[in-house]
Each structure stands twice: as structure tokens, then as C-alpha cells.
């Protein structure tokens, strides 16, 4: 295909027809009038041969093939903006960029305030946006990063990316302030037996700490399964349920929070979190810029010089 013969403009229609269903509001948010828009999404239904957007009741609905397209035409778009943004050389005072960084809210916790307090030093202009890293990301963990900027993650659940270690943290088990079934220290038995709030349970997620656990005989009775390290504390207070979370959340947790920690009698090796991000961005300088205030923040909150 020849992309000269190809009016490029259509991408940005396509993207908002795909993102808002609608003519009326896609045409709003690209700026365009209503007849413009509709005269757009008949020439992309010609050159797809496919209605993309199909009427049901007074709604639209995207079609199969619009819905294959939704995330690919987002990434060219992005790419482009990317490139045509892009300036020989690069001045963090004056930049507009709005960086995006996937990660947890404990990633958030431990780096969020000190990284917004360094970029808002050195680039009072540009904006940072933190995402959460959901499951179906980390296992597309290469897509994910062609419109993300960086994902924080701990080893063990992707490979292959450039990454940069960030920050070391261990674990520590949580039980309810009130469950006098557990003294300090939690025994193997009751690892076995008792009832786990796992945060990120799944195929991919929490794999490293399961597998470690498993090749000590434990299996875990898994009972419920959160995306938020923020919420398990509230989901074991008042119960005869354990956790498991890191020792720098824990810290942070308030007094009241109807929890206490016990030490694990497992050999749980200590996690190590990184920034991972695609290789295409590796000598881009606005990415270099932020991937060091990124590791700068991860030793500022560790005390590190």
C-alpha cells in the first residue's frame, strides 16, 4: 500500500469514531463539524470495506474489525505525536510532555510523591500520569510499552525489555489486629491452612512468591484475589484471613488500621523492583531524562546518597 495515496488525516477520525461511537461526538472532540465527520467514516468505510461503527436501537456499536483496530491506531497516533514533537535538542524547562508510567499503588506509594516533587524541579511545564499496571498490561507488557512510558514491576513476571533495578523490599504477613488465633509468628500450618488475601493472584501475577512457597510444600487457600495493595489491609481486619505485602506498605499503613504484622516462617527471597520500557525509546532524550528522575526518586526514597 502506498502510503501517498493515503490521507493520513483520516487516522485522527478513526481514532475518535473508535473511541467515542458516535459521529456527533467524535466530530466534537477532533473539532470538526458533524458533515465532515460523516463524509470521514464514509470514506474509512470504503477503504475497509466495513461499517466499523453499526447502528443498534440509537446507539452504534464497533464492529469485529473496528474493535481489532481501536488499539493499533491509538499506537500510530501516539507514535507520530511522538514524532513530530520530537526537537534536536531537549530542554526539560520548556518541555510540555505528559510522561506515563504504569505501576501499582504501591509502586506509587514508595516513588510517586518524590518522582512528581523532582519532575516538577526540573519541568514545572510538563505532567506526569500514573496508570495502573493491570494484569492483562504486564502480560502484554511489550504492547503496553509502545504508549507508556515506563512500567515499574518487580522481577519475575516479564523478561526481554531493557530495564533498570530500582529499589529492594521484603515481605511481611498481615493479620487482623484482632485474631488471637496467630501469635507473632505465623507456623507453616497455618500458611496451609488459614485463608489468603492475595493482591495480583493469577496466571502471571504474584507467580515469583507462589512458586517460592510452592517449592516449600505450600500451596495457598486463596480466597480473595484484589488489584490494590491499598485494599488488603480493609479485606483481613475482622477476619481470621492473612496476607502477604511488602514491609514498606506496611510501614505506611496508619495505627488504626485493624491490622498487625507477623513474620512469615517461609524463605521468601526479597523483591526487587524495576522500570522496565521498550526498546525504541532507549535513546530518545526525553525518555533518558525521565527514566533518571525515576531512579533518582527510587534512592531518594531509599535513602540512598
Not at 149 to 174: A, E, K, N, Q
Not at 213 to 233: A, D, H, I, K, W
Not at 238 to 257: C, K, T, V, W
Not at 286 to 291: P, T
Request: glycine share 6%; hydrophobic share 45%; net charge negative.
Amino acid at each position: 500500500m502506498n502510503l501517498a495515496n493515503l490521507d493520513l488525516n483520516l487516522l485522527v477520525a478513526l481514532d475518535a469514531l473508535l473511541t467515542q461511537r458516535g459521529v456527533t461526538r467524535a466530530a466534537q472532540q477532533v473539532g470538526l463539524s458533524q458533515p465532515a465527520m460523516s463524509a470521514a467514516l464514509a470514506r474509512l468505510r470504503r477503504h475497509f470495506g466495513d461499517d466499523l461503527l453499526a447502528r443498534f436501537g440509537n446507539d452504534y456499536r464497533l464492529t469485529p474489525l473496528a474493535d481489532r483496530l481501536k488499539e493499533p491506531v491509538r499506537v500510530t497516533l501516539e507514535g507520530a505525536e511522538r514524532v513530530f514533537g520530537a526537537q534536536s535538542e531537549f530542554a526539560p524547562a520548556a518541555s510540555t510532555r505528559e510522561y506515563s508510567v504504569l505501576m501499582s499503588d504501591y509502586s506509587s506509594a514508595v516513588l510517586g510523591g518524590r518522582l512528581i516533587q523532582l519532575l516538577s524541579e526540573q519541568a514545572p511545564s510538563a505532567r506526569l500520569r500514573l496508570a495502573h499496571n493491570a494484569p492483562h498490561m504486564v502480560d502484554r507488557a511489550e504492547q503496553a510499552l509502545l504508549t507508556a512510558d515506563l512500567m515499574v514491576l518487580p522481577h519475575g513476571f516479564i523478561s526481554g525489555l531493557p530495564h533498570t533495578d530500582l529499589y529492594r523490599d521484603s515481605w511481611t504477613c498481615l493479620v487482623s489486629a484482632d485474631n488471637e488465633d496467630v501469635g507473632d509468628h505465623l507456623t507453616v500450618e497455618q500458611v496451609a491452612s488459614l485463608s489468603w488475601v492475595a493482591a495480583y493472584y493469577g496466571p502471571t501475577a504474584s507467580t515469583a512468591i507462589a512458586q517460592r512457597m510452592r517449592m516449600q510444600g505450600v500451596e495457598l487457600n486463596v480466597q480473595v484475589v484484589t488489584e490494590s495493595f491499598y485494599t488488603v489491609p480493609a479485606l483481613v481486619t475482622g477476619s481470621g484471613r492473612i496476607a502477604l505485602i511488602q514491609e514498606r506498605l506496611a510501614a505506611l499503613l496508619p495505627r488504626d488500621a485493624g491490622v498487625r504484622t507477623v513474620t512469615c516462617p517461609l524463605d521468601l527471597e526479597p523483591l526487587v523492583a524495576a522500570m522496565w520500557w521498550h526498546p525504541m525509546y532507549d535513546r530518545d532524550p526525553e525518555h533518558v531524562f525521565l527514566r533518571g528522575l525515576v531512579l533518582r526518586a527510587a534512592h531518594e526514597a531509599a535513602g540512598d546518597d
